[in-house]
């Protein structure tokens, strides 16, 4: 699973799962691009990554900034060879209590950005004849909780986004979207810092597990890696759930 001479951009990869991949793709050899609003988070992980690894700040919902990021990350390393479409944020509202602004950021941030960094980047990949683009969704554009409106239609609609970008550009590029369940990382520890019982509603996460735990960031970095080296290269144009057996736990078949 080497990626020597191999550009991974990673959003939203100075914590939790971005973070999780870049050290997968950093530790197979790969020169690692980390885009992240949080500046002082991405800068300190890209200095503990050391070599091949660049941080650059950008907001991933605007178009220049994104444009500018990836002009960069070629720049520095010849080419991009992977796009992990990571950054994304969660709110819990349901469709009547969610304001608009709310609304415009979750989308803008989760579903927008993926487009906008797609679009920045596709045309390095054609250049180059190869790579792939892959979009973090989550188990919940399948098995749907409460409470979670703007997030699930962002991440169902990364789904949509894959499919295209699979059938508008193959062979030469692929696209997969990545379903996790619950992992462990600061989106999720924030979100239960919300409730007014953090213990129980973490164990009650852990419990909508089969595996009877959450992931590890790297537990998505391992699969993400794999899908995008050679040993995936026959897996395209779809979503793989990583979800510790959570789908058919609370969604049956589905
Ligand atoms: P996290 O909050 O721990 O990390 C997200 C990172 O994205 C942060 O470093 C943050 O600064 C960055 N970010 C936020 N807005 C940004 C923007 N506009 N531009 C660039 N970077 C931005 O989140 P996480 O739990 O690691 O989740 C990562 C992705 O995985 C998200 O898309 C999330 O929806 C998805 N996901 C998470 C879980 C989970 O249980 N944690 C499950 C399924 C899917």
Not at 92 to 98: C, G, H, L
Not at 138 to 153: E, I, K, M
Not at 228 to 235: N, P, V
């Amino acid at each position: 699973m080497s990626f020597e001479d191999k550009t991974i951009i990673v959003t939203g990869g100075a914590k939790g799962i971005g973070a999780g991949c870049a050290e997968v793709f950093h530790r197979e050899h790969g020169n690692v691009v980390v885009l992240d609003v949080d500046e002082s988070a991405g800068e300190t992980f890209c200095e503990l990554l050391g070599d091949r690894a660049q941080f650059i700040k950008c907001d991933v919902s605007r178009e220049a900034e994104v444009e500018e990021a990836i002009e960069q990350a070629v720049a520095a390393f010849g080419g991009v060879d992977v796009l992990v479409n990571n950054a994304g944020i969660l709110q819990y509202s349901k469709v009547t209590d969610t304001l608009e602004e709310d609304w415009d950021r979750i989308l803008d941030i989760n579903l927008k950005g993926a487009f906008l960094c797609a679009k920045h980047a596709i045309p390095h990949m054609i250049e180059a004849g190869a790579g792939i683009v892959i979009n973090m969704s989550s188990v919940q554009a399948f098995v749907t909780q409460q409470n979670v409106a703007p997030y699930v239609t962002s991440k169902s609609a990364l789904i949509g986004l894959t499919r295209s970008i699979a059938v508008d550009y193959a062979p030469e590029i692929r696209s997969v979207a990545i379903c996790p369940g619950g992992v462990d990382t600061p989106l999720n520890r924030a979100a239960f810092q919300q409730s007014a019982d953090p213990d129980r509603v973490r164990q009650e996460t852990i419990d909508l597990h089969l595996v009877e735990r959450m992931a590890q960031p790297d537990d998505i970095g391992e699969l993400v890696a794999f899908i995008a080296s050679e040993k995936g290269s026959f897996i395209n144009g779809q979503p793989i759930r990583i979800d510790g057996g959570m789908g058919i736990k609370i969604g049956g078949s589905k």
